[in-house]
């Protein structure tokens, strides 16, 4: 809106600095009560979730599963192509540049599924030691 008004027309007047003037208090003060209300409801989740008993961590659904399955065994193609690869094509930045996101991508693989296992053997735990 700021930029707008700052504009200048053919004579290199700007259209309305009087109504700049007017509303950038306005809208200053607006900002910083909207950020001190989003830090003090922010300090209330956190009290709240103290005072909270810990809940038995939720059981992780098929879907997570399928998803992880998919996804390594699309990892597993693209690292068997990696290396399937003609030796005069290993050579070039394309092939490097491929490499590089492929290694992004199996490290985010890689992490999800030790989440999921990690999960796992978290609710597995935590029902060993409700059982009596």
Same mark, same amino acid.
């Given at each position: 809106?700021?930029?707008?008004?700052?504009?200048?027309?053919?004579?290199?007047?700007?259209?309305?600095?009087?109504?700049?003037?007017?509303?950038?208090?306005?809208?200053?003060?607006?900002? =910083? $009560?909207?950020?001190?209300?989003?830090?003090?409801?922010? *300090?209330?989740?956190?009290? %709240?979730? @103290?005072?909270?008993? /810990?809940?038995?961590?939720?059981?992780?659904?098929?879907? =997570? $599963?399928?998803?992880?399955?998919?996804?390594?065994?699309? *990892?597993?193609?693209?690292? %068997?192509? @990696?290396?399937?690869? /003609?030796?005069?094509?290993?050579?070039?930045?394309?092939?490097?540049?491929?490499?590089?996101?492929?290694?992004?991508?199996?490290?985010?693989?890689?992490?999800?599924?030790?989440?999921?296992?990690?999960?796992?053997?978290?609710?597995?735990?935590?029902?060993?030691?409700?059982?009596?």
């Amino acid at each position: 809106m700021y930029d707008a008004m700052m504009l200048q027309d053919l004579w290199g007047q700007t259209k309305s600095p009087e109504l700049m003037v007017l509303t950038f208090p306005a809208t200053t003060v607006l900002l =910083a $009560w909207c950020s001190v209300e989003l830090v003090a409801d922010a *300090l209330r989740r956190m009290r %709240a979730r @103290r005072a909270m008993p /810990p809940a038995e961590p939720r059981p992780v659904s098929r879907g =997570a $599963w399928i998803c992880a399955v998919v996804l390594n065994l699309w *990892l597993g193609s693209l690292a %068997a192509g @990696r290396v399937l690869v /003609p030796i005069w094509y290993r050579h070039t930045v394309i092939f490097y540049i491929v490499v590089g996101l492929g290694n992004q991508l199996g490290i985010i693989v890689v992490a999800f599924d030790i989440f999921l296992i990690w999960r796992v053997i978290k609710l597995r735990r935590a029902r060993r030691l409700k059982t009596p």
